[in-house]
């Protein structure tokens, strides 16, 4: 059950990765460079601290969230920095849809 989790955590990294690639490691929203692996190098070289580099760790995000039926594959999943993808989910937090009753909802 572990090694499962951890072949679908590899997957979604592989494809973070790839798509990080493609957008020259600059976060999906902000535009600001991302780093992956070395926050201190990250730091020192745009003179932050390490606090604020944090933010910019490069995350996966999902176009269409996993809830609402979203996949792990390559046209869903975006490079973003941390910090754009915790807000982003925070400023989606809309009123949420009550289900009286009916389970047959679809959009
Ligand atoms: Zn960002």
Redesign the pocket.
């Given at each position: 059950m572990k090694q499962r989790m951890c072949e679908m955590y590899n997957k979604l990294a592989k494809v973070r990765n790839l798509r990080a690639e493609q957008q020259d490691w600059l976060?999906?929203?902000?535009?600001?460079t991302m780093w992956e692996r070395d926050v201190d190098a990250f730091s020192k070289r745009y003179g932050i601290g390490k606090r604020l580099a944090n933010r910019?760790q490069c995350t996966a995000e999902h176009l269409t969230p996993v809830q609402n039926g979203g996949s792990n594959n390559l046209e869903n999943i975006v490079a973003?920095?941390k910090?754009?993808n915790q807000t982003r989910h925070k400023m989606r937090k809309g009123p949420r849809r009550r289900s009286t009753g009916s389970m047959s909802e679809s959009g």
């Open positions: 976060c999906f929203y902000c535009r600001f910019f973003a920095c910090f754009c």
